[in-house]
């Protein structure tokens, strides 16, 4: 008997494998340990972002340079940066850890590819570069609560 939490996935040698899948509850808190985590990482790059920025502008306006196209300059480099740590922060860690990020080993649980082996750097990096509209907009949520596999 099969209970609505489970999913069992054949593998090419024919053995049946039988997964628990986490809820929703388990993935949101799961998610709030990696952002407590990736915000006091954010907290890092941004005070060291701010004396940096201070300090370049300082050399800028010593050379005469335009304070407002340095500024869009630099805070356009901080955004990339911060995109790059949001993204880097998940793909780093569950292509490392086998599908797992800090707050899923704490939580227990790890994404898998749809055949039950550990997910690679092309499925970390795709979920990730997605990540910002799944945040935004719940997609992902969504999906979970209303798919019928409640894998998503």
Excluded: C, H
């Excluded at 929703?24 to 952002?35: E, H, P």
């Excluded at 649980?109 to 990540?131: E, K, M």
């Excluded at 799944?134 to 209303?146: E, P």
Aim: hydrophobic share 50%; net charge positive; no cysteine.
């Amino acid at each position: 008997m099969k209970f609505f939490n489970q999913i069992s996935l054949q593998t090419p040698e024919s053995v049946e494998l039988d997964f628990n899948l986490a809820g929703v509850g388990n993935r949101a808190y799961a998610l709030l340990i990696d952002y407590i985590i990736w915000s006091l990482i954010l907290l890092f790059v941004l005070i060291f972002g701010i004396f940096f920025s201070i300090q370049f502008l300082d050399i800028w306006k010593n050379f005469g340079g335009d304070d407002e196209q340095a500024s869009l300059w630099i805070i356009s480099i901080q955004l990339l940066i911060l995109f790059a740590i949001y993204v880097g922060y998940f793909v780093i860690f569950e292509t490392i850890w086998q599908g797992q990020t800090p707050g899923k080993r704490y939580v227990k649980i790890r994404v898998i590819r749809d055949d039950g082996r550990p997910v690679r750097l092309q499925q970390t990096t795709l979920r990730a570069l997605f990540r910002p509209v799944d945040d935004t907009l719940f997609i992902g949520m969504l999906l979970i609560l209303f798919s019928k596999k409640k894998n998503v």
